[in-house]
């Protein structure tokens, strides 16, 4: 989005003359998707679609110290700017750990965009024809009851400008599908650019395996009580994006967490003595990546727990002066995020360890679960019993416990899956057959 | 902003005008919406915002029965005819990615206006003081429930729409929605838990009005002393029990339950249908059980026209143990069999409508009575109610699930579930905490073991549904109280 009306009434009216700092990041992007239901592609429920979008994010610093922060849309931005600039004026509230902008800084570089992908995004629809004809032909060669599925790509430009000196402008695309069979088992992927079609057919026909075997039910005698695979998506679903909202600064600051502040930095380990969760948005084309954030902070790799210590929370600049800390890097997608153990086994030798137990492929209820306690109860409907010699069939269940007791518990293990940024984990919990 | 809706003929005109001379059909919407918020924590204001959001989505359909939709901020003219011109050159390229041929149903042209609050009482909120008042009344929560930590929220939000159709059609809404909630986090350093609490209106000065803030205070109390004393509560054991489920819950079962798997769109693999069409007729529940959706004025989930300009109907899904109608649109009715409802609604305008619920409910015939507030009955007061109906003689041990936390549900296989807040032992030695647990199961079997009702209907059970991606609000409820006999399909999670 163009910012020049709104720096220039910052320059030169009454209320500019009136704000001590300030710090902008103005957003414009374009995006298209294309949804499928139950085999119908591009129906009225979920049709082609071609969107733009910009918005400004805004933190005014008054002469009083107090401060306003919000969001502005194009109309008010490039039209009303002043009256938009005095309503947030009415609005300015003290919160002197807020009242923070960043200064001039060197950006690291960060490859964020594809040129097909932003093809794409305007509307161009080789890319999506190509993956939708693949799923079809999948689905019509294996005979699946029905599908649904979604593909997605994005360009976006974003530029942040403080009154400090910081002033960068970046550019990113995205480009992402999902596809579930028979109404169930789903997989998808999402970065910044498209996986080669090699690895899209390979997630495809593993997408299409775990449906097979979603088929056929398990013999309901004979499995264990106990002993749980959980697969990467549930990892990264369920586990990490509890650890992740007990890690949030503020959650942090307001005694919401399941961590208490003073409990980082301390040599007293909180999880098993191996696990480390890390944000690294500096790999190049993931979802995740960026250069810098809406505030201007500059990307870098943080960890939030090593040897199973809390490092840091996730702090933006208000919670990072709040606690006393550095701001750092943000979670923006699972696939910046890195979670585990010392060592991760081969998914075979997990499958040979874990005979009896449950492979748990998705989970429903996951945001009904209070992740400051860290107690779960799920239901796991798509779950497969694991036999001796490969999957005997799938099992639903529920399963329940302590994710905090979980992570500490000796008998762990890290698993490496075909294709899965995150491990799975094999572990003990309550399981209950339905 | 409504006056900036209302100034839209011309632009309604040469949109419609420019869609006939490419020959295709028009549905443009139109979207005003302003949200004001602040968020007070631990005796400060942590934020206060203001935030609006003005577009235009575009959708067209050719004569073909292709459907495709753009969106851009901002209603300025030249841009959404540019927006036509766009999808109809899109179009061009449909038959590359096979996209299905819908054509849109035959409708009788709509023209109506409905804004039921005073749009100037929105710009005149005063943040400022609403902090203030929001400070007082964490203060307040704080002492009388010590050693928690209080969060605070205020929302007021002013939610308005004009659609247009190529058939003349053009209907004015605006939705408000304003609540007051609260998330309650116990100060133990062992364990923590954190217990929600809302209430709602549909006027700005939510935070002023005496009965509403006397119920969310009382809410608030209850939820704070139980994140203090779920620490301390055991798991429950996992399996079938008889149960007693709040209005909350009950809400939960018919929305994740009936309330999804009854969506038109979803019929080609919903478990209610059978090769796509609804099962009408067929019995699915007691007798004595009923599912209602429709919209109900003053409500959070209130909307009166969908999203494609249909009045919005009151919808029987479940009539006595009987599947009657599905919830709805233009697109899904006659391939479902069933009748135009009127039940489609938008995230916002850059998102394709989708069927979907606004307040749901489950009534039973002949409830018992449960007199007063629902507030007031404690788990002791429920177990009093069951006494005195007999159902403890019936099961001497009875399992309450209270308050709704959220489900989910795969509307293929019929499995939903979803979570309480806390579970209390109902028995001859008083009310015993338990910790929650998953509340899964089958919706037949639920919808069939329904047995008594306890109660008023109470439908101010308020949450935020995803379907499909797009968030809108939804609400609901039932009886104050609801009694399922156990039943070997619906089961509670737990140790």
């Given amino acids: ?434 | 902003m409504v006056g900036e809706l209302e100034r839209l003929d011309a632009w309604a005109a040469a949109l419609v005008q420019r869609a006939e001379a490419r020959g295709v059909l028009l549905i443009a919407r139109a979207q005003a919406r302003r949200v004001r918020r602040v968020v007070v924590h631990d005796g400060r204001i942590e934020a206060t915002s203001s935030a609006s959001l003005t577009g235009c989505g575009i959708q067209i359909v050719d004569p073909a029965g292709h459907s495709v939709i753009a969106s851009r901020d901002g209603l300025e003219i030249e841009p959404a005819l540019g927006l036509v011109d766009r999808l109809v050159e899109l179009l061009a390229r449909a038959d590359r990615l096979g996209i299905e041929r819908c054509p849109l149903a035959e409708l009788a042209p709509l023209r109506d206006r409905r804004v039921p609050v005073d749009p100037a009482a929105f710009d005149r909120i005063d943040l400022g003081a609403v902090g203030r008042r929001l400070l007082d009344l964490e203060r307040e929560i704080a002492g009388r429930v010590p050693n928690t930590s209080v969060q605070v929220s205020y929302r007021a939000e002013l939610d308005a729409w004009r659609v247009f159709r190529s058939d003349g059609t053009d209907v004015l809404f605006a939705a408000p929605r304003c609540n007051l909630t609260t998330r309650l986090t116990g100060r133990q350093a062992a364990a923590r838990h954190a217990v929600s609490a809302a209430v709602f209106s549909p006027t700005p000065d939510i935070d002023d009005e005496d009965s509403t803030v006397r119920l969310f205070l009382r809410r608030a109390e209850i939820a704070a002393r139980l994140a203090l004393a779920l620490p301390d509560a055991p798991p429950h054991p996992a399996g079938s029990f008889p149960l007693v489920i709040d209005y909350g819950l009950a809400k939960g079962l018919a929305h994740e339950a009936f309330g999804h798997a009854a969506e038109a769109d979803g019929l080609r693999s919903s478990v209610l249908a059978r090769d796509g069409r609804f099962r009408v007729g067929e019995t699915v529940g007691a007798d004595h059980v009923s599912v209602i959706d429709e919209p109900v004025e003053g409500d959070h989930a209130w909307q009166p026209f969908s999203a494609n300009g249909v009045r919005r109907d009151r919808v029987v899904i479940v009539d006595h143990g009987r599947l009657c109608d599905a919830l709805s649109d233009p697109w899904s009715a006659a391939a479902g069999g069933v009748r135009l409802t009127g039940a489609e609604r938008s995230e916002s305008f850059r998102h394709a409508p989708q069927p979907r619920m606004t307040n749901i409910r489950i009534e039973v015939d002949a409830p018992l009575a449960a007199p007063g507030e629902f507030e007031t009955y404690d788990p002791l007061g429920v177990r009093e109610l069951l006494r005195a109906a007999g159902v403890l003689r019936r099961h001497p041990r009875v399992v309450y699930l209270s308050g709704y936390a959220g489900g989910q549900v795969n509307t293929s296989s019929g499995d939903f579930v979803f979570q309480c807040k806390a579970i209390y032992t109902l028995d001859e030695r008083g009310a015993t905490l338990q910790r929650p647990a998953i509340f899964s199961g089958s919706m037949f079997g639920a919808l069939g073991s329904i047995r008594e009702a306890f109660g008023p209907l109470q439908l101010d059970a308020i949450g935020t549904c995803g379907k499909w991606g797009q968030s809108v609000p939804s609400s609901g409820g039932s009886h104050y109280f609801l009694v399922l006999e156990p039943h070997e399909r619906v089961r509670l999670g737990g140790r």
């Avoid at chain 1, 209320?15 to 374009?30: E, K, M, P, Q, Y």
Wanted: with cysteine; net charge negative.
């Fill in chain 1, 1 to 434: 989005m163009d910012l020049s009306a709104l720096l220039e009434a910052i320059g030169r009216g009454p209320r500019g003359a009136d704000l001590r700092a300030w710090s902008f990041a103005g957003s414009v992007s374009r995006r298209a998707s294309l949804g499928v239901k139950d085999g119908q592609a591009g129906n009225a429920h979920a049709p082609f679609t071609l969107g733009e979008t910009s918005t400004v994010h805004y933190l005014l610093v008054w002469s009083d110290g107090r401060v306003s922060r919000g969001t502005w849309e194009r109309r008010q931005v490039e039209r009303e700017i002043d009256r938009a600039l005095d309503e947030a004026r009415l609005a300015a509230y003290d919160d002197p750990d807020a009242a923070r902008v960043c200064g001039r800084a060197s950006l690291p570089v960060v490859a964020l965009h594809d040129a097909a992908a932003a093809r794409a995004a305007l509307g161009e629809v080789t890319e999506i024809a190509d993956r939708l004809n693949a799923v079809r032909e999948m689905v019509a060669r294996r005979s699946f009851r029905t599908w649904s599925g979604s593909f997605a790509a994005a360009e976006g430009m974003t530029r942040v400008v403080t009154s400090q000196g910081f002033d960068a402008a970046t550019s990113g695309t995205s480009l992402s599908w999902h596809v579930s069979l028979n109404g169930e088992s789903g997989d998808g992927y999402g970065a910044r650019r498209a996986e080669t079609h090699a690895e899209f057919l390979a997630r495809l026909e593993r997408l299409a395996a775990i449906a097979d075997d979603l088929a056929r039910d398990a013999d309901p005698d004979g499995g264990r009580d106990d002993l749980v695979l959980l697969h990467p998506r549930v990892v990264e679903a369920y586990v990490v994006e509890t650890l992740l909202a007990n890690l949030d600064g503020a959650a942090v600051a307001h005694g919401q967490s399941h961590f208490d502040r003073h409990g980082f930095g301390s040599d007293t380990p909180v999880l098993r003595e191996d696990i480390e969760l890390l944000v690294d948005p500096l790999l190049p084309h993931r979802l995740g990546s960026y250069a810098c954030t809406g505030e201007g902070v500059p990307a870098s790799r943080t960890a939030l727990v090593e040897r199973g210590r809390l490092v840091s929370p996730v702090l933006d600049l208000k919670y990072a002066r709040r606690l006393g800390l550095e701001p750092t890097a943000q979670p923006y997608a699972m696939d910046t995020v890195r979670f585990g153990g010392a060592e991760q086994i081969p998914n075979s030798d997990a499958l040979d360890r874990a005979v009896g137990g449950l492979l748990v492929l998705s989970v429903l209820g996951i945001h009904t679960q209070d992740p400051t306690s860290g107690d779960f109860s799920l239901s796991a409907q798509q779950s497969l019993r694991i036999g001796p010699r490969g999957f005997a069939g799938r099992q639903r269940s529920t399963i329940s416990g302590n994710l905090f007791e979980l992570l500490r518990r000796d008998d762990l293990v890290f698993v490496a899956f075909e294709g899965e940024t995150t491990p799975g984990l094999l572990t003990r919990c309550r399981i209950h057959p339905t």
